[in-house]
């Protein structure tokens, strides 16, 4: 491989290993991804054969006159057309070219790094046909961050992530165009200037490439995590709202949850629990404002808010499961079996899995979305909000007829709920049958995967408003004496602190979107830590 200072720079920090056999996890992606990581490969000889002998039984197969799907047969619907001897060298090329017609925006470079990681972890394992210096020319783009322009629509998630996985297919060979150090280049001129050779793939090659699920699943990773931390700030939201709307404690009861344990829900109500200090239940002392006469129960969402986290939390095992799975399987077509020296024709480009799994990640990440949209309405609504000002306005008494405070974030908040909430009709359920009815059942993972992405967005933006609003609920109930420092407990006091760094009080109304923006990417950088792991 070709050395850089960059290169060095990369794979000095703690680089993920891919070696055919150790299992790559959803953190090492993300790495990969967003931390700077590179990859490594396994360097052993034994290791290095293994790869070759799959590439030579491919060789070995068309010399003893044997029919191989793809590499001396037409792609799909053209399986029946064979391939002249004379003529298969050119037909890997030819797949990549047909295939440039992705439309869309481009992947960003998190999503692009973590296609790359899932596409090389899966050739990797030696089952499908290629050489060393494909797997080395993969590794190469990501260590050196030479990224293919990747358009993410055009995937129907079987045959795999044919067209946008072409133009990773098509930057190893010299074509299309690349970011590099920010810029859009020429992937041939980035490739020269980095002394980089343009590979010429061999019989088999372009199918490894492109036949596979990597998009899918490398932006299942980068979903799955975001989810993960969301579903911990929606719980510490609602800890938020709970203090601010003279919420019960009992409500999150270790004992009340013992009789329904689901471990996702007692997980929640626990966080809950400890995140509201006992000072607060009941205390008059510690709510000097609080009213004798609140009502028995609070709204739903806030008593019931463990129950609708404690479902995403609950299926994000088996979430996890199923996308490891699939990161770590070989799932491209025909399959190269260089220990039995068979080869098998199969469809393990199905991504039926992965769809499934994003369409059940959207729904609950847009659940959220829901919960803290109505807790927003509460805090907002002087109906609800046992005294709190109208919009949650800071404005003195009389200025307030001119201020209007989170009226408006409050409008833009239901507007996010309702998209993020549209977007949850599953994508798996519009399998469409195309290229000549031989892909008639088709998977729609990839449209999962990027919905599920722009559910999360959207999420983030209500956590963000709503995180934004709870805290001004709580100051305006500390100026207004009707909240101690008792009732707060350390973890919530720290957590205060810390959004202070993103928000300051408001008193007169002044536009929040560029702090709305800017809070909301510190939900996806993870700014705050929330509960041990």
């Not at 439309?103 to 790094?113: C, N």
């Not at 050779?197 to 990773?221: D, F, S, Y």
């Not at 001119?402 to 949850?424: D, P, Y």
Request: aromatic share 6%; proline share 4%; hydrophobic share 45%.
């Amino acid at each position: 491989m070709i050395s850089t200072n960059h290169e060095m720079a990369i794979q000095d920090n703690e680089a993920v290993v891919m070696d055919g056999n150790g299992l790559v996890t959803i953190e090492d992606i993300i790495r990969l991804a967003t931390q700077g990581c590179g990859v490594a490969l396994n360097a052993q000889a034994d290791y290095h054969a293994h790869i070759e002998r799959g590439a030579a039984l491919v060789r070995d197969t068309l010399a003893d006159g044997g029919v191989i799907y793809g590499v001396n047969t037409g792609y799909g619907d053209s399986c029946i057309v064979t391939i002249p001897p004379e003529l298969v060298d050119e037909l890997p090329a030819r797949l990549v070219t047909y295939h440039g017609c992705g439309g869309g925006a481009l992947l960003d470079e998190p999503a692009t790094l973590a296609v790359l990681g899932c596409r090389l972890n899966a050739l990797t394992r030696g089952y499908s046909g290629v050489r060393w210096v494909i797997l080395e020319g993969l590794a190469q783009l990501i260590n050196l961050r030479v990224l293919p322009n990747i358009p993410e629509e055009g995937s129907v998630g079987a045959s795999g992530d044919l067209t946008p996985l072409s133009y990773i297919a098509a930057v190893l060979m010299g074509e299309r165009e690349v970011t590099y150090k920010g810029e859009v280049r020429e992937a041939c001129d980035v490739l020269r200037e980095l002394r980089v050779a343009p590979i010429r793939l061999a019989p088999k090659e372009g199918l490894a490439l492109m036949n596979g699920t990597a998009v899918m699943t490398g932006l299942a990773c980068l979903a799955w995590d975001r989810a993960e931390y969301l579903s911990r700030l929606a719980t510490r939201v609602t800890a938020l709202v709970a203090l601010g709307l003279y919420g019960q404690r009992d409500h999150f009861h270790p004992r009340l949850f013992a009789v329904k344990p689901h471990q996702g829900i007692m997980e929640t109500a626990a966080w809950l629990f400890a995140d509201l200090s006992a000072r607060q239940a009941d205390s008059s002392e510690a709510h000097p404002g609080r009213s004798a006469h609140l009502p028995l129960q609070d709204r739903y969402s806030i008593r019931c808010a463990p129950h609708v986290i404690g479902v995403l939390r609950d299926a994000l095992p088996w979430m996890r499961r199923d996308i490891e799975n699939e990161l770590n399987s070989v799932n491209d077509n025909p399959i190269v079996d260089p220990v039995y020296g068979r080869i098998f024709h199969g469809g393990h480009f199905y991504g039926g899995h992965i769809a499934f799994v994003m369409d059940g990640l959207k729904a609950a990440v847009a659940s959220l979305a829901d919960l803290m949209d109505r807790q927003l309405a509460l805090l907002v609504d002087t109906k609800f909000n046992f005294g709190l000002p109208s919009g949650l306005s800071g404005a003195s008494r009389a200025r307030a007829p001119i201020n209007h405070g989170f009226k408006g974030v409050q409008i833009s908040v239901s507007a996010w709920a309702a998209e993020a909430l549209k977007l949850t009709m599953p994508a798996a359920s519009f399998s469409r049958s195309t290229e000549a009815h031989n892909q008639d059942k088709v998977s729609m993972g990839t449209i999962a995967a990027r919905d599920c992405l722009r559910v999360l967005e959207l999420t983030e933006q209500v956590a963000a408003a709503v995180l934004l609003a709870a805290v001004q609920g709580i100051w305006l109930r500390q100026r207004q004496g009707e909240l101690s420092p008792d009732a707060v407990s350390p973890a919530i006091s720290a957590f205060l602190g810390g959004v202070g760094e993103y928000f300051e009080f408001l008193e007169e109304d002044r536009r929040l979107d560029k702090t709305l923006r800017r809070t909301a990417e510190g939900i996806r950088a993870k700014h705050w830590a929330l509960y041990p792991a």
